[in-house]
C-alpha cells in the first residue's frame, strides 16, 4: 500500500508542472491583463508599474521566475489585493469554503441516505414518491434559485437567519443547507437504486425466507452493499463540495476560496488564477488518491496492483 | 425532519438586527460594492477604496459635507499667491496620527514624493502634476526631489509651488493621492517606493483620520473605529463602521431588507419601481459627477464624417431611455460636462431632432440610410449596458435605417478592444476625479490617453490650454465653453445620460447628504433610531 502512495505522490509532481506552465501561458493568452482599467493612465505610469511586476521582461524570463518561486512554495503577489500574497488569500479563505463544505457534506448524506434508503424500502408508496419528487426537483433547482428561497422564507418571513454573512454560528446554516440540499438529491437517488437493485437479489430473499425481521435484513445485508454507488460518489461530491461554490459564496456573501477563484479570471489577476489552479489541482490530485485507497480497503475485490 | 426541527429550535424569536444595534451604539453598517483592492492611499484608484480612505485618512483640506466645497483639514488655514501658484498651508498643532505623533509638513512632502516616485508605479501619479517638476519627477527626468514644487518652513508650514495657476487645486486636494501616510511606517515595512508591503494591515497602519482601521477580513468585512486622537474627534459622532464588499446587488438589497445595513451601494433595477411606490422614503436618486456617452472610433469609415456622428447623436431619444429604461432618475445628456459642475453649465447643446439627422445622413451620401455599411456597437456585458444599447439600435434602426450588430465583451476583454482601437461605437462613462469642468474636457485632448476616439482637433485643444492658465473664472469657464462647442459640434463621442447615485438608505442615517461626488464625509454622520426598523422586515 505505501508503495502505491508514495508512487502516486511521484506521478503528482509532472502533473502539477504541466498544469502550471499550461496555466501560465494560458492566461497570458486571453485578452487583456491585470493593469488594464477604466481610465487609461499616462504611458511612463503604465510604463512604472509594468517595471514593478516585472512585465517588461519577456514571457519566458517572467515564466522562469515564477517556477523558481513555486519551487520554495512561493504563489506571489496577488495583482489585485495591493499588500496581499495569494499564499495568505488562500490561506484566509480556503478554512471558510472547507468549514461550509463539510456541513453540506454531512447534510447531503444524511438526507440523502436516509430519504433513498425508504424510498426503497416502501418502493412506489407515499414515502417514496415524495421524497424522489423532492430529490427530483432538488437535482432540478440550480443552488442560485435555492439559495435566494430559503433566504425568503427564514430570513425575510421567519426572520431566524441573517440574509447573509459569515460572523455568527447561525451564518453557516442557510448556506450549508443550499449546498448540501443539491447534493443530497443526488445521494437520495443513487442510494435508491443502489439499494433497490440489492433488494432484489437472491441472498436478500434468502435472508428473508429464513425467517429474518425486515430491520435485519435492511440493516445487516443490504445496505452494506446498497449504499457502494454512494461511496463511489462521495470522493468527488466531497471535493466539489470544499473546493467552495462560487454561487453560494456570493450568494450568501461568504468569504471562501470559491470566490476569488472566479472573480481572479475576471480581473486577470494572474497569479491568483495560477496559485488557486495550482492548489486545486493539489487537493483533487490528493483526494482521488484517499478515495483509491479506501475504496481497496472497503472492497476486497480491489488490490493495489 | 431533522433540519425542520434543528430551524425550529433556533426559531424562537427573532434576533437584533445590525440596524437595531448599529443605532444604539452608533455603528454604521454600509453596504460597499466590492472588496476594495487596498487601503494605501497613494496605490488605490477605485471608488470603493476611497469610500474607506476618507474614514482612516485627512489631508491639508477637508470636504463640506453638503456642497463639498473645501474647508480646513489637517490645515487651519492657507493663503494664495496673486499669480494663483503658491499656495501656503498652515497646519494645525493639535494634528495627530492615531499613534500620538504630531501630522508635520514634512510629512506631506514624504507622502508627495512616494506617490511620485516612478517605482511605485502610482496609477494616480498624474493627479500631482500641476506640482512644479511633479511630472518631471514621476517620469524620471530629474531625480532631486528638492526640485519639485513642495518645501517646508518649520514643522507646521508647507509651501506649494504649482506649474500653472489651478483654480481647482483646492479641491484637488481632496483626492486620496493628495493625502499624507506615515513616513516610519512606511520606512518600517519596505522603502518609500515600494508596492504591496504590510503596512496597511490592521495592527500596522498608522492614519491620521477621524477613524481608525480596527479589522479587515477580506471578502467578509472592514471595520473602522473612532480615532480619539483625531483633531476635531469631539465632533465624531460614529463609534465604528463596517464596510460589507457583498459584490452582488441581489443581496445587498436583501441584506437592506432584513436590517443588516443601513445603506447599500446601488439598487437592482427591478427593484426601483417597488420602492418607488411602497417605500419612497427609503430610496434616494441623488445627481452624480459622471457622464455616460458612446465613443466613436473616428478612424472608421463612414464614422470619420462629423454629419454621420451628428446624425447618430440626434436621432437617440434620450427621454425615452432615462424614463423606461434606466428608471432611476437619470439625467438626459445633450452636453458632455455634467450641469453646474463646480458652477459650469455647458450652453452649447443639441436636440432630438430626427429630420434634420436624415438631412445630414443624406448630406454625408447615405439619402434614407442606403448603403450605409452595418455598424458594430461594443459595451461591456452587464444587463444595463444591454438594454440602452438594445434601444438605441432600435431608435437608429427606425429614424435613419441604420443597421446596427451589438457586441458585448467582458470587461478586460472589453478595455483591450477599446484600447486598442479595435471598435466602431463602444460604450463608456466618466466620473469625474474632482469637481471642476476640466476633468471632462482636458480628456479629449490630441493625443490624450482616455480620448481613445482618434479625433484631434487643434482649436479644442488651444482652448483647454488657455483654460489651464488663466486666472479670472470667468475667462476660464469662457474657454471651456468654446472647447465644448467644438466638441459638440464635432461629436466624437455621443453623450447619452448624466449619472445619479441611487442607493437605498435606512431612515435612521443623518448627514448623508446627496453630494455631487457621491462623498459622505462620516464625521458629520450619525445614527438615530426614529421608527420601529423590524417594519422594513415584514413587508414585501
Known sequence: ???????????????????????FFMV???????????????????????????????????????????????????????????????????????????????????????????????????????PMSFAMAGICLPTFVMGPMLVLVFAMWLGWFNPLGWTYWYDRVLPALTLGLYYSAYIARLSRGGMLEILSQDFIRTARAKGLPEKIVVLRHAIKGGLLP?????????????????????????????????????????????????????????????????LVLLNPRMSFD | ????????????????????????????????????????????????????????????????PIDLHPEPGVAKSWEISEDGRTYTFHLRENARWSNGDPVRAQDFVYSFRRIL?????????????????????????????????????????????????????????????????????????????????????????????????????????????????????????????????????????????????????????????YYR???????????????????????????GDKRVRLALAMTINREEITRYVLKGGQNPAYHYTPPDTNGYTALSRFEYDVERARELLAEAGFPGGRGFPELELLYNTSEAHRSIAVAIQQMWNEALNIKVKLLNEEWKVYLASVTNGDFQISRAGWIGDYNDPNTFLDMWLTGGGNN???????????????????????????????????????????PIYFYVSNLLIHPSVKGWHPTILDHHPYKFVSLAAEEDTVGLNTDH
Open chain 1, 1 to 23: 500500500m505505501l508503495k502505491f502512495i508514495c508512487i502516486r505522490i511521484l506521478q503528482t509532481i509532472p502533473v502539477l508542472l504541466i498544469i502550471a506552465t499550461l496555466t
Open chain 1, 28 to 130: 497570458r493568452l486571453a485578452p487583456g491583463d491585470p493593469i488594464s482599467n477604466e481610465k487609461t493612465v499616462p504611458p511612463e505610469i503604465r510604463a512604472n508599474l509594468e517595471a514593478f511586476y516585472g512585465f517588461d521582461d519577456s514571457l519566458w524570463v517572467q515564466y522562469l521566475r515564477y517556477m523558481g518561486n513555486l519551487l520554495h512554495g512561493d504563489l506571489g503577489p496577488s495583482y489585485k489585493y495591493v499588500g496581499w500574497s495569494v499564499n495568505e488569500l488562500i490561506a484566509q479563505s480556503f478554512p471558510v469554503s472547507l468549514e461550509l463544505g463539510i456541513y453540506a457534506f454531512i447534510i447531503a448524506l444524511l438526507l440523502g441516505t436516509a430519504a433513498g434508503v425508504v424510498a426503497a424500502l416502501k418502493k412506489n408508496s407515499l414515502a417514496d414518491y415524495v
Open chain 1, 230 to 294: 454512494v461511496i463511489s460518489f462521495m470522493g468527488p461530491a466531497f471535493a466539489g463540495l470544499i473546493s467552495g461554490s462560487f454561487v453560494v459564496e456570493t450568494i450568501f456573501f461568504i468569504p471562501g476560496l470559491g470566490r476569488f477563484f472566479i472573480m481572479a479570471a475576471f480581473n486577470r489577476d494572474y497569479t491568483m488564477i495560477l496559485g488557486t489552479v495550482l492548489f486545486y489541482a493539489t487537493l483533487i490530485i490528493i483526494l482521488n488518491l484517499v478515495v483509491d485507497v479506501l
Open chain 2, 1 to 64: 425532519m431533522a433540519v425542520a426541527i434543528v430551524l425550529c429550535l433556533w426559531g424562537c424569536g427573532r434576533k437584533e438586527t445590525n440596524v437595531i444595534r448599529g443605532d444604539r451604539e452608533q455603528i454604521l453598517f454600509k453596504g460597499n460594492g466590492t472588496e476594495p483592492a487596498g487601503i494605501d492611499p497613494h496605490v488605490v484608484t477605485g471608488v470603493t477604496e476611497h469610500n474607506i480612505l476618507t474614514a482612516l485618512f485627512e489631508g491639508l483640506v477637508s470636504e463640506n
Open chain 2, 117 to 273: 516616485s516612478p517605482g511605485l508605479g502610482a496609477e494616480y501619479a498624474y493627479m500631482l502634476y500641476p506640482l512644479r517638476n511633479g511630472k518631471a519627477f514621476n517620469t524620471g527626468k530629474i531625480d532631486d526631489f528638492s526640485e519639485v514644487g513642495v518645501k517646508t518652513e518649520g514643522d507646521l508650514t508647507l509651501i506649494i509651488e504649482l506649474e500653472n495657476p489651478t483654480p481647482y487645486f483646492l479641491e484637488l486636494l481632496n483626492h486620496a493621492s493628495w493625502w499624507p501616510v506615515h513616513p516610519p511606517t512606511i520606512e518600517k515595512f519596505g522603502r518609500i517606493d515600494q508596492r504591496g508591503t504590510p503596512w496597511t494591515r490592521p495592527g500596522n497602519i498608522v492614519t491620521n483620520g477621524a477613524f481608525t482601521l480596527k479589522d479587515w477580513k477580506i471578502n467578509q468585512h472592514l471595520v473602522v473605529e473612532k480615532n480619539p486622537l483625531y483633531w476635531d474627534a469631539q465632533e465624531v459622532e460614529l463609534n465604528e463602521i463596517h464596510f460589507l464588499p457583498i459584490d452582488s446587488i441581489d443581496a445587498e438589497e436583501r441584506a437592506f431588507r432584513t436590517g443588516h445595513i443601513h445603506l447599500t451601494e446601488t439598487i437592482p433595477l427591478h427593484r426601483i419601481d
Open chain 2, 277 to 303: 411606490e411602497n417605500r419612497p422614503e427609503l430610496i434616494r436618486f441623488d445627481p452624480y459627477l459622471g457622464t455616460y456617452y458612446y465613443r466613436i472610433n473616428t478612424n472608421v469609415s463612414p464614422l
Open chain 2, 452 to 494: 481613445m476616439t482618434g479625433w484631434s482637433n487643434s482649436e479644442y485643444d488651444r482652448f483647454i490650454e488657455l483654460a489651464g492658465r488663466a486666472i479670472d473664472a470667468r475667462e476660464r469657464f469662457e474657454y471651456f465653453q468654446q472647447a465644448e462647442a467644438i466638441l459638440m459640434d464635432e461629436m466624437p463621442v455621443i
